[in-house]
């Protein structure tokens, strides 16, 4: 196999609240286009360690960086290389379609007339292009997590840290969200993913499973399963919680 | 900076999206201002006022005058027994009743002294208060004019406290502490909301996570907010004079620094709020309750801070308004410049940085 750049390099990294250990010495890596699904039931400490990737939160120790960019001295610099998609799908309801695009599109700095062609071909793609005067609230739910993705990778990021992304839609768009994800991976997007939907790890490059803030399992799904004498990710993540 | 500017333009986007929010920033002020000004009033019109005069000489008689051409009452007949005050009042034709003694002018010029009567239908506390002070006024007036040897038979120390208000117009106290309340209300509670709201629909997630620094999205938020709020000050002085006469004597551009800096210090407890809360109700409940009561209690906008208790003049001492109050009506009806308002301007701008200082810390706080 060859080897592929550490696009995140995590190593030892410790986040506590008062006497709370949130994230209890995590050390590992994500390869540069890879899918890494970071699995764990609620409350295991995903969404405190993507926090502190993101920038939106500082380690307690460690030692992190993040597009080759330490995360105590460089995170403006982190931010600009990163998307990220909150489980709320949050894109401004009184907004329409078309503004939300192009106010996210400037945060990242992209001048109007990339962002205007950038919209045309996105819309198109997305088969959303009649929606793009209407306002957020007034289009469906399934929609509304597609342009969420789409307005993350925008800017075309290094890697897009996605929190959460398929709660409350249903299985057929759930295929199809990872099916945009995929694609994303293809222009060369890594994809750092929080989710407790044990199925949908099958579709990640690797995984790795936390349970009461520490990395009980890393690797691909395919090993996991054998090395767990499993059937699915979800005998997998049993097995592991019950020990 | 173009990313700055997108970011504000969606700001403003969304407050003239909003029906409510455009409602609060627009309606409000106009409606507050009209209901405080012709309801709340505390000027008095058409009083109606009883005779009873038991000397009938010359002078009760110019003094009845007097008062019915002051413009401020209007005669309810004349009675001749003690009785009838209080038919007056109970039928409701009269408010105040003048009683003149017997023997009125020969009192008035060879002993000096005379006594007037003048008995009120308290049942309207307020509206009697008023009607008395104002009948004395007249009254006062008079007898002065008359001889300056005269001996007035009351003593009245209204004078001095209706200086810059001759008329007693209700309006010109009202309109410094509307501006205080409005101005708080807006600034503090609109930005407290909007900012609790990017919370609530996790978008504040988002902008923390792109390049935008916390500060830059705290001034994009808040930026629309600035120039509405002045907007809207402007207004509330354009309405006090265009539709009841209250003048700007001071000088106009000190006025509008004055706002602007009370703005910014309105602007900045409302982050302040906006960090301490999870929901947009909890910051509204915050912000009205925390805020909007005790600037129209405390603030000597209602309740004059001189008649509280002393350990509620020292919470009023803590109170943004309090102060806001005092310049604006120094500017506005006394014309006074900076030379006499530094004090409490400078109690204002240490309140605005300390309340700055206070979000940016609860905001980095929050951050780790």
């Known amino acids: ?243 | 900076m173009k990313r700055f500017f997108g970011f504000v333009k969606k700001e403003f986007q969304h407050i003239f999206r909003d029906k409510r929010t455009l409602l609060i920033l627009f309606g409000l002020p106009i409606v507050m201002i009209i209901l405080f000004g012709f309801v709340v009033s505390t000027e008095i019109r058409d009083v109606k006022v009883g005779i009873w005069d038991r000397s009938m000489d010359q002078a009760s008689i110019r003094a009845t005058q007097k008062i019915f051409s002051s413009g401020y009452f209007v005669p309810a007949g004349y009675i001749d027994h003690e009785e009838e005050i209080g038919e007056l009042f109970r039928s409701g034709k009269a408010r105040v009743v003048v009683v003149f003694e017997e023997g009125f002018e020969r009192n008035l010029l060879r002993e000096d002294r005379a006594a007037i009567n003048l008995i009120a239908d308290a049942s309207d506390a307020n509206t009697a208060q008023l009607s008395l002070t104002y009948l004395q006024g007249v009254l006062m007036t008079y007898f002065q004019s008359m001889n300056q040897d005269v001996e007035v038979p009351w003593s009245v120390n209204m004078k001095s406290r209706m200086f810059y208000n001759e008329e007693m117009k209700g309006v010109y106290m009202f309109i410094p502490g509307l501006m205080a309340l409005i101005l708080v209300l807006i600034s503090a509670l609109m930005t407290s909301v909007t900012i609790a709201r990017e919370k609530e629909f996790g978008t504040m997630e988002l902008l923390l996570a792109s390049p935008l620094k916390p500060r830059e999205i705290i001034l994009g938020k808040v930026t629309p907010y600035v120039l509405l709020s002045f907007v809207n000050a402007m207004t509330i002085v354009l309405l006090g004079f265009l539709v009841f006469d209250v003048p700007v004597r001071g000088s106009l551009w000190l006025l509008m620094l004055i706002c602007m800096l009370y703005i910014t210090l309105a602007l900045s407890l409302g982050v302040l709020i906006s960090t301490n809360v999870k929901t947009q109700q909890m910051a509204m409940f915050i912000s009205l309750l925390g805020l909007m009561l005790p600037s129209i209690l405390l603030s000597g906008f209602i309740f004059p801070i001189e008649n509280m208790p002393k350990v509620l003049q020292w919470f009023s001492a803590i109170m943004p308004p309090r102060w806001f109050i005092v310049i604006v009506k120094n500017i506005m009806l006394k014309g006074t410049g900076f030379a006499f308002i530094w004090k409490e301007t400078l109690i204002l701008l240490g309140m605005t940085i300390f309340f700055i200082l206070a979000a940016v810390k609860r905001f980095k706080i929050r951050l780790n």
């Open chain 1, 1 to 243: 196999m060859e080897v592929r750049e550490h696009i995140i390099e995590v190593k030892d990294m410790v986040k506590k609240y008062g006497s709370f250990t949130a994230n209890d010495h995590l050390s590992f890596h994500v390869e540069r286009g890879e899918i890494f699904g970071f699995l764990g039931a609620n409350g295991a400490g995903k969404t405190t360690a993507m926090r502190i990737l993101c920038g939106l939160s500082y380690p307690t120790s460690g030692e992190i960086r993040v597009a080759g960019h330490d995360v105590y001295r460089e995170r403006e610099r982190i931010k600009r290389k990163i998307g990220y998609m909150s489980q709320k799908f949050s894109l401004y309801e009184d907004l329409t379609v078309s503004e939300n695009i192009h106010l996210y599109a400037g945060i990242y700095g992209l001048g109007r007339k990339q962002i205007v062609v950038r919209e045309e071909q996105l819309l198109e793609r997305l088969g959303l292009a009649h929606v793009r005067n209407r306002l957020i609230r007034e289009i469906p739910l399934g929609w509304k997590q597609k342009l969420a993705f789409s307005v993350a990778i925008f800017h075309q990021p290094a890697i897009v840290f996605l929190d959460e992304p398929t709660g409350g839609v249903d299985p057929i768009t759930r295929r199809q969200f990872w099916e945009m994800i995929h694609d994303a991976t293809e222009e060369g997007i890594t994809v750092f993913v929080t989710t407790h939907y044990m199925d949908e790890a099958e579709y990640c490059d690797r995984v790795s499973i936390m349970v009461d803030g520490r990395i009980d399992a890393l690797d691909t799904p395919a090993a996991l399963k054998q090395q767990y004498e499993s059937v699915n990710m979800n005998e997998v993540f049993l097995k592991l919680a019950r020990s």
